[in-house]
């Protein structure tokens, strides 16, 4: 009996390896209906009692300002184009901070936030951390580092039910996502951490001061040339 379980688990193990692989190589060319986020948002509201308008238009990478790339590297993941997904030295430091307690800092580079926000739901379990490893892993090593970054610009939250940068785009400043500002890309770079409750067209004066630093930084990583690398990089 035990042996029979113990062949069933492996089974099982093998069938979701092979989907996961399968899926992450058919989302490298087709572009994801929807995520687990937008799904656990609207199960929310339906718990809640509260109705919410997911608002989502896929832009392909051409159609999303280069500035909001850059902003977004420079207030996110200043190591994405080096990383293959986990940024140790952040990591390190993140357990070092948490372990002295207080407010909890996490670590997560974009590659990893792309695979919560695309396949997982919320949450601190191992179990979760565990499945998003293995599916950063298949991203980094199946996706270019553009295709990582068109993904999560076209997935990341930017407001309660406000997905994507053309929605996002719209949504606060009433242009489309190709035509943002250096500024007003800054400005959306800076909610990320906090986008639900944190706005990017009503900034406090914290968003706006780390606005202003993001546009420091887009500067000092080189701007537009910087894209150039991600425009290269292919996997296979």
Do not use: C
């Given at each position: 009996m035990l042996r029979s379980l113990v062949s069933r688990v492996i089974k099982a193990l093998l069938w979701f390896a092979a989907g996961s692989v399968?899926?992450?190589?058919?989302?490298?060319?087709?572009p994801p209906p929807g995520t687990a986020l937008m799904v656990e948002r609207k199960i929310e509201s339906w718990v809640d009692g509260k109705p919410i308008d997911?608002?989502?238009?896929?832009?392909?990478?051409?159609?999303?300002?280069?500035?909001?790339?850059?902003?977004?590297?420079a207030g996110e993941d200043q190591k994405f184009a080096e990383h293959w997904g986990f940024d140790v030295e952040a990591i390190q430091a993140?357990?070092?901070?948490?372990?002295?307690?207080?407010?909890?800092?996490g670590?997560?580079?974009?590659?990893?936030?792309?695979?919560?926000?695309?396949?997982?739901?919320?949450?601190?379990?191992?179990l979760r951390k565990g499945l998003e490893a293995w599916f950063t892993g298949l991203i980094e090593i199946l996706w270019s580092k553009q295709r990582i970054l068109e993904v999560y610009l076209n997935s990341v939250e930017w407001d309660?039910?406000?997905?994507?940068?053309?929605?996002?785009?719209?949504?606060?400043?009433?242009?489309?996502?190709?035509?943002?500002?250096?500024?007003?890309?800054s400005y959306l770079a800076a909610v990320l951490p906090n986008p639900?409750?944190?706005?990017?067209?009503?900034?406090?004066?914290?968003?706006?001061?780390r606005a202003s630093w993001i546009r420091r930084q887009m500067q000092q990583l080189g701007g537009d040339d910087y894209?150039?690398?991600?425009n290269n990089s292919r996997k296979f």
């Open positions: 399968l899926l992450v190589l058919i989302f490298r060319f087709v997911l608002q989502r238009t896929w832009q392909p990478w051409d159609k999303i300002s280069n500035d909001l790339k850059v902003a977004v590297i993140a357990i070092a901070h948490n372990e002295m307690g207080g407010s909890i800092r670590a997560s580079t974009l590659s990893q936030q792309v695979s919560k926000n695309l396949f997982l739901w919320s949450g601190r379990s191992y309660d039910g406000v997905f994507g940068a053309q929605a996002a785009a719209q949504h606060h400043f009433g242009v489309n996502a190709s035509a943002l500002s250096v500024q007003q890309a639900r409750e944190w706005s990017a067209s009503r900034p406090t004066s914290y968003v706006a001061g894209l150039l690398g991600l």
